[in-house]
């Protein structure tokens, strides 16, 4: 934890290996750590609420993909509940379907956070978002009732190939409420 102004920030990170007998992934595809059948899991984002139904704001967000020249656009999809399989899709590398009607209606659906284009500088590939950038921050949201995490859906809006196995991560830093 940090504090910014008196702001308390909370980064908090989760990561997924990325299969690399994937190979080539299309634009809308979804990136997971399974692409068996109903066996790929949504990302979670634990204790980004203070408390159980806590609010807050993500004032940053990175991507980071440990291998290099992996430099597609991704957006995150944002839930206050766990995308169920069956009805989101949440296997690697198969075409995305979120966010569906009944999460906006359910008022589940939080928003989403773009990236611009990863880069690749030598070392692994990143991109962030911030208030400066176009991703959509901050980005304010509530947790559910008896919750304190969000859960994300990764994305790719650019087709790439991925010829390893890359351990993807995700960092957002939230200011709690």
Partial sequence: MSTIEGKRLIPVTTTKALDSSIGAYTAEDVLSEDDGAGLGTDWDFDAVGKVNGGTGYIVKAQVICETTNVTPRLTLYLFNVAPAAGTHELDDNSANNSPIHADITSNYYIDKIDFSAMEDLGGDSESIASPST?????????????????YGILVTRDAFTNTATNDMTIKLVCEQY
């Fill in 134 to 150: 176009s991703g959509n921050l901050p980005l304010a949201y509530k947790c559910a009732t008896a919750d304190d995490a969000l």
